[in-house]
């Protein structure tokens, strides 16, 4: 696994972009002007899909990926439209705010290079950038339904390709650049991944995806539609052939199976707390190291992911004010930061990880507050709880990868249209 640093060195400041990349570049971004306001995120939900982050512009040393660009012009249209003046804002923009800001003063203040604020600045602008512009843009059920059925169609196709590619070793989106032309392999494995950064991203975009499109079902989707985005996701899964996405894959299971019980969720959380308290006190090596025991499709590495948790609680002074330079002294590999707890340390300091974590914890009490509002209206109730299901998936799939490459797209969807339905349900109940 490779974190984003390691990603971005593969790309950075080259122009490596093929000529059908840049003709859905222009298609998609004429596109995204042009749509209805529900639809204009498509557009980047197919570059994600079809086009790799590694083929991007170059403008005087700044790196425009081609997601980068629609952001862009996502945010021109914005403006232009007056689509910005439904915004509102709530405690979780400020807080994904707060988290950005952050992570760029930490990042540039430990470097102290204009080369470290240009990066930092860029990476700021994806993430801010899309959470802002899909928080103009989504505004109801209705929307997040109709982005989430283009997501089960465009499922299809990109299961079919991963599937290909798991069977002949050779990834046809090599020939547009940024991807290699041979399948990983590990441990007699291939290890399809498409368009997207890696294996296991390719599978972590499309298992946190599942929920969503179960939830489908109760949302007037047709049947085979929503049956069909299911088992591509599946097979995509399945075509990475990585631990992590299985993983995920168990989240969902486990979140959707306490459906039933979900008003005893709250005792249930803290009996886990007190049995993973437990164990960490009877165990021999410390609880985390039960990471290091998951191996669901051989070859994982699970005690990386451990030890990597155990140097960065030990090292607490080494990395807590602004992060630090390099994990690599850490120990063997500990230069792959595979973790998105433990990258969110290193790289932005202590205030970064619990403004992340703030994020998640703020993100999980509007699906609450949300659950409560649609109580008795059972295909809007199971369709908050699975973006609750949504949430966990993401977290539980933080513990061994750090997120690259294009998944930000759908992570930063999912954190805006929970902050956009709940800023419409904090109103709602202050007019009441």
């Given at each position: 696994m490779r974190d984003e640093s390691l990603f971005v060195k593969d790309f950075h400041g080259q122009t490596t972009i093929h000529e059908l990349g840049l003709s859905l570049l222009i298609v998609l971004g004429v596109a995204m002007l042009f749509l209805k306001r529900r639809s204009a995120i498509i557009p980047i939900l197919i570059m994600a899909c079809f086009v790799a982050p590694g083929q991007r512009i170059v403008v005087f040393s700044l790196d425009f990926n081609l997601i980068r660009v629609l952001i862009l012009i996502g945010?021109?249209?914005?403006?232009?439209?007056?689509?910005?003046?439904?915004?509102?804002?709530?405690?979780?923009?400020?807080?994904?705010?707060?988290w950005g800001l952050s992570g760029l003063v930490a990042y540039v203040a430990l470097r102290g290079s204009t080369g470290a604020f240009i990066y930092k600045m860029g990476s700021l602008f994806d993430s801010m950038g899309a959470y802002f512009l899909f928080r103009c843009l989504v505004r109801d059920i209705d929307d997040l339904k109709h982005l989430l059925t283009a997501l089960v169609y465009l499922s299809i196709p990109v299961s079919i390709f991963l599937f290909f590619e798991k069977l002949t070793g050779r990834n046809v989106f090599s020939v547009f650049g940024g991807v290699p032309e041979y399948t990983a392999i590990r441990y007699e494995k291939l290890?399809?991944?498409?368009?997207?950064?890696?294996?296991?991203?390719?599978?972590?975009?499309?298992?946190?995806?599942?929920?969503?499109?179960?939830?489908?079902?109760?949302?007037?989707?047709?049947?085979?539609?929503?049956?069909?985005?299911?088992?591509?996701?599946?097979?995509?899964?399945?075509?990475?052939?990585?631990?992590?996405?299985?993983?995920?894959?168990?989240?969902?299971?486990?979140?959707?199976s306490f459906f039933t019980f979900r008003r005893h969720l709250p005792a249930f959380r803290w009996c886990v707390l007190s049995v993973l308290v437990l164990l960490h006190f009877v165990m021999e090596a410390p609880v985390w190291h039960l990471i290091s025991r998951i191996d669901l499709v051989g070859g994982s590495t699970g005690w990386h992911r451990s030890y990597l948790i155990e140097q960065t609680i030990y090292r607490f002074k080494e990395w807590w004010l602004f992060g630090t330079l390099s994990t690599g002294h850490w120990g063997w590999d500990m230069f792959d930061t595979a973790n998105m707890y433990v990258n969110e340390a290193v790289r932005g300091g202590f205030a970064t990880l619990v403004l992340f974590i703030a994020i998640l914890v703020l993100a999980f009490q509007g699906v609450?507050?949300?659950?409560?509002?649609?109580?008795?209206?059972?295909?809007?109730?199971?369709?908050?709880?699975?973006?609750?299901?949504?949430?966990?998936?993401?977290?539980?799939?933080?513990i061994a990868v750090s997120y690259f490459g294009q998944i930000f797209v759908v992570w930063y969807l999912l954190l805006a249209s929970i902050g956009s339905l709940t800023s419409t349900n904090d109103k709602h109940l202050k007019c009441q």
């Amino acid at each position: 696994m490779r974190d984003e640093s390691l990603f971005v060195k593969d790309f950075h400041g080259q122009t490596t972009i093929h000529e059908l990349g840049l003709s859905l570049l222009i298609v998609l971004g004429v596109a995204m002007l042009f749509l209805k306001r529900r639809s204009a995120i498509i557009p980047i939900l197919i570059m994600a899909c079809f086009v790799a982050p590694g083929q991007r512009i170059v403008v005087f040393s700044l790196d425009f990926n081609l997601i980068r660009v629609l952001i862009l012009i996502g945010l021109v249209r914005v403006v232009f439209f007056g689509e910005a003046k439904f915004f509102s804002w709530c405690l979780l923009d400020k807080t994904v705010l707060a988290w950005g800001l952050s992570g760029l003063v930490a990042y540039v203040a430990l470097r102290g290079s204009t080369g470290a604020f240009i990066y930092k600045m860029g990476s700021l602008f994806d993430s801010m950038g899309a959470y802002f512009l899909f928080r103009c843009l989504v505004r109801d059920i209705d929307d997040l339904k109709h982005l989430l059925t283009a997501l089960v169609y465009l499922s299809i196709p990109v299961s079919i390709f991963l599937f290909f590619e798991k069977l002949t070793g050779r990834n046809v989106f090599s020939v547009f650049g940024g991807v290699p032309e041979y399948t990983a392999i590990r441990y007699e494995k291939l290890r399809a991944q498409g368009a997207f950064a890696h294996p296991i991203i390719a599978g972590c975009f499309w298992v946190t995806q599942l929920p969503l499109f179960i939830a489908l079902w109760w949302q007037g989707v047709k049947p085979w539609l929503v049956l069909s985005g299911c088992t591509a996701s599946l097979v995509i899964v399945i075509a990475c052939a990585s631990s992590t996405p299985i993983a995920g894959v168990g989240a969902v299971i486990v979140g959707f199976s306490f459906f039933t019980f979900r008003r005893h969720l709250p005792a249930f959380r803290w009996c886990v707390l007190s049995v993973l308290v437990l164990l960490h006190f009877v165990m021999e090596a410390p609880v985390w190291h039960l990471i290091s025991r998951i191996d669901l499709v051989g070859g994982s590495t699970g005690w990386h992911r451990s030890y990597l948790i155990e140097q960065t609680i030990y090292r607490f002074k080494e990395w807590w004010l602004f992060g630090t330079l390099s994990t690599g002294h850490w120990g063997w590999d500990m230069f792959d930061t595979a973790n998105m707890y433990v990258n969110e340390a290193v790289r932005g300091g202590f205030a970064t990880l619990v403004l992340f974590i703030a994020i998640l914890v703020l993100a999980f009490q509007g699906v609450g507050r949300l659950l409560v509002k649609y109580e008795g209206d059972n295909k809007n109730t199971i369709f908050m709880w699975a973006m609750g299901v949504a949430l966990f998936a993401h977290c539980t799939v933080f513990i061994a990868v750090s997120y690259f490459g294009q998944i930000f797209v759908v992570w930063y969807l999912l954190l805006a249209s929970i902050g956009s339905l709940t800023s419409t349900n904090d109103k709602h109940l202050k007019c009441q």
